[in-house]
Nanobody, 127 residues
């Protein structure tokens, strides 16, 4: 059974950092992409970043987080991290990780291509 579990969210001050974890089970991270998305109240789910093991660990980032967020695959191989630095109140949202088995570099940020999702973890940045 495919399962993704996010953790690491919390309350942090403006300019602070958090590291989110996405722990997977029931499938191999090989030949999939793992994407991080976020959804703020009243807004659509937004693609933040993804990592592909098929393309030698190629990473993608939304323009709004480039230079501040870093996605990586853990040594445990079934975990993907999102290191978030320089957080601002605009980054406050529920953060989700998802797994997609069919994708292209142009579609990584579309939530519709992801087949499985975690339950989300809340990130709140105070001003």
């Amino acid at each position: 059974q495919f399962r993704l579990v996010e953790s690491g969210g919390g309350l942090v001050q403006n300019g602070g950092s958090l590291r989110l974890s996405c722990t997977t089970s029931g499938f191999s991270l090989d030949y999939v992409i793992i994407g991080w998305f976020r959804q703020a109240p009243g807004k659509e789910r937004e693609g933040v970043s993804c990592i592909s093991t098929v393309a030698h660990g190629t990473t993608y980032y939304a323009e709004s987080v480039k230079g501040r967020f870093t996605i990586s695959r853990g040594n445990a191989k079934n975990t993907v991290y999102l290191q978030m630095d320089g957080l601002s109140p605009e980054d406050s949202a529920i953060y989700y990780c998802g797994a997609a088995f069919v994708w292209t570099p142009d579609t990584w940020s579309r939530s519709s291509i992801y087949d499985h999702w975690g339950q989300g973890t809340q990130v709140t940045v105070s001003s």
